[in-house]
């Protein structure tokens, strides 16, 4: 869950080469942007290149091309037509994430430093799994047909943020957004044909909802550059394709395709028109495209016991250049339009799994996820750069029917420097915050699966 928001270069006025623009519009903007993290993925307003299924997240979610549980409904549904018995699938992922952040300068009691205090958030964030899958077989998966049903319901993206007010004034920085969450929760009804025994195709429809009191869209603002408050909720819908195709006894080859999913978010909340004024009642209506993607991936059994696995994803974050929400009062519209300057991204995926004959496996993965975020629009509430992540962890079969899989991973990644360069570039083209930041993120998943 999470996302944040960006501050644009005019709402910063505690360095000195900053103006600072009272337009109480700019909160709601700032609102707008808190729906738009790229990558986020997935947990805490930080973009993760692993999720959902601790299968997925040990062998570095390299998932597209193998996809044998209920939670090929997101990864390749495809591949629900490999599962023979009927499967019910439960999981919790406990995401621990934290950003650093240090200003290149800052006004700290109003005097002007190059040396500032690092600004920390973290939290501590339970994602729940579900998944069910059947082809219709009798008992041990016998007579199974060639159209098989799944569904699944997790969080595929979104975050929650918590500044400390004190910390960001001890740091000279404005308060300005102090809360923010959007989660984006899928429901997600999935079939698939195995055509024949080298190839299957699959359909998911994704219902994206933000809201049910557990999802809703929240911001809390404080003087920076006015107070506010604003929530909403909304829903939307989208749809996956999947094909899995078998050229070789040893190697199976996925392809996945998702498609955009916008969601139409409403709501209410208080804001002053005017500096200084006492803040009214005022609704919005914001639609968000969370982007494509599409993924191809292979895996392949190389030695008895021994599979391969790796996947490469593209993310069409580009197709967000500008958010435009609007308000029941329409002056506030022109000033509400925000420009974005988000790239495409990519994540590469690889992972071994090694089954211990049938009582168990152990997994272990890597992933690579570039940034989407440029220097010029990256802000202490969402840390996004070059992730590398490690992962691993294992499976043990308890008598014939449950399967417990057990899966962690860390992330690693270098201090990302973004310059000052307001001197040297156009107003409009400088980097909106200047400074230090990196991140932090641990995860572990524990997911069940039952087989009837």
């Not at 009272?22 to 307003?45: D, I, K, Q």
């Not at 729940?128 to 569904?151: C, V, Y």
């Not at 009804?189 to 994704?206: E, F, I």
Request: proline fraction near 6%; aromatic fraction near 8%.
């Amino acid at each position: 869950m999470r996302a944040p928001t960006r501050p644009t270069r005019s709402t910063r006025s505690t360095r000195p080469t900053r103006s600072t623009r009272s337009r109480p519009t700019r909160a709601v903007g700032l609102a707008a942007l808190m729906l738009l993290a790229p990558g986020l993925a997935r947990a805490g307003a930080f973009g993760r290149p692993n999720q959902i299924d601790a299968r997925a997240v040990g062998v570095g979610g390299a998932f597209t091309g193998l996809a044998d549980d209920p939670t090929a409904v997101w990864f390749n549904p495809a591949g629900l037509a490999q599962i023979r018995e009927t499967t019910l699938l439960a999981g919790l992922e406990l995401v621990s994430v934290g950003f650093h952040y240090t200003p290149s300068t800052c006004s700290p009691g109003g005097m002007t430093s190059t040396s500032c205090p690092e600004i920390n958030m973290s939290e501590l964030l339970p994602l729940p799994t579900l998944g069910f899958s059947t082809r219709f077989a009798s008992r041990g998966g016998h007579d199974a047909s060639r159209l098989a049903l799944g569904f699944g319901s997790f969080v595929t993206m979104g975050g929650v943020v918590d500044f400390d007010q004190a910390a960001l004034v001890n740091a000279g920085e404005q308060r300005g957004i102090i809360h923010a969450q959007v989660a984006l929760y899928e429901m997600v009804p999935s079939l698939a044909y195995k055509v024949n025994d080298a190839l299957a195709v699959g359909l998911s429809l994704r219902a994206g909802v933000m809201g049910l009191g557990l999802t809703n869209f929240e911001l809390r603002q404080l003087a920076h550059p006015v107070d506010a408050e604003l929530s909403g909720s909304g829903a939307g819908f989208g749809f996956g394709l999947g094909v899995l195709v078998r050229p070789l006894s040893w190697l199976q080859v996925g392809a996945n395709y998702r498609s955009r999913l916008s969601v139409t978010v409403t709501g209410d909340g208080t804001i002053p028109l005017t500096q200084g004024a006492t803040p009214q009642r005022v609704g919005f209506t914001l639609t968000v495209p969370w982007p494509q993607a599409f993924s191809v991936g292979a895996a392949a059994t190389l030695a008895p016991g021994l599979r391969l696995l790796s996947s490469v994803d593209w993310t069409d974050w580009s197709s967000f250049d500008a958010l435009a929400p609007q308000f029941s009062d329409p002056n506030l519209n022109a000033n509400g339009r925000l420009l974005l300057d988000y790239r495409d991204s990519y994540t590469v995926h690889a992972g071994a799994e090694y089954a211990l004959g049938e009582a168990g496996a152990v997994r272990a993965g890597y992933a690579f996820d570039s940034a989407a975020i440029p220097d010029r629009t990256l802000d202490r509430q969402l840390q996004d750069g070059p992730r590398h992540t490690v992962g691993g962890g294992g499976g043990l079969r308890l008598g014939g029917r449950i399967w417990i899989d057990l899966a962690g991973e860390l992330f690693f990644g270098s201090t990302r420097v973004v310059l000052d360069n307001s001197m040297s570039v156009p107003r409009y083209q400088a980097n909106t915050a200047p400074g230090r930041y990196s991140a932090t993120l641990i995860s572990v998943e524990l997911t069940g699966r039952y087989q009837f």
